[in-house]
């Protein structure tokens, strides 16, 4: 990983992690972000499949939700491969136009669609 790769990963991470009861794992090579016992909410890709792009992935509402951010912003969101039918997308994360604190509210809001009822009742992020 480059230094500017490790710097992105780092605030993905940071992002992530300050959720409560979130975990870092590997999933199939690459970090990946679970509510301790539960569901995935983020996965940092760097190159999948050669692809060049450095992104994170976060949960959406859905479909529609999915086409809104992509339709908004396409240098930024993309349906990615394998998650993307299901409503995840991707945002970019390299470049000057990164809003390191729309990656980060992003990453909250997907924890929050796959947090427990217990954890959102507790006060949530």
């Not at 992003?106 to 507790?122: K, M």
Request: hydrophobic share 40%; with cysteine.
């Amino acid at each position: 990983m480059s230094p500017d790769t490790e710097t992105v990963l780092a605030k993905v991470c940071d992002a992530a992690l300050s959720l409560p009861s979130a975990c870092e794992k590997l999933s199939h090579g690459s970090p990946g972000f679970f509510i301790a016992g539960g569901k995935a909410f983020a996965y940092f890709w760097r190159n999948h499949h050669n692809d060049g792009e450095t992104v994170a992935i976060v949960k959406t509402t859905g479909r529609d939700e999915q086409q809104m951010l992509i339709g908004a912003d396409p240098e930024c969101y993309y349906a990615p491969p394998y998650l993307g039918p299901s409503g995840w997308v991707a945002m970019r994360l390299e470049g000057e136009a990164v809003d390191s604190d729309r990656v980060a509210d992003r990453i909250a809001i997907s924890w929050e669609l796959a947090a427990p009822r217990r954890l959102l009742e507790a006060g949530g992020r």
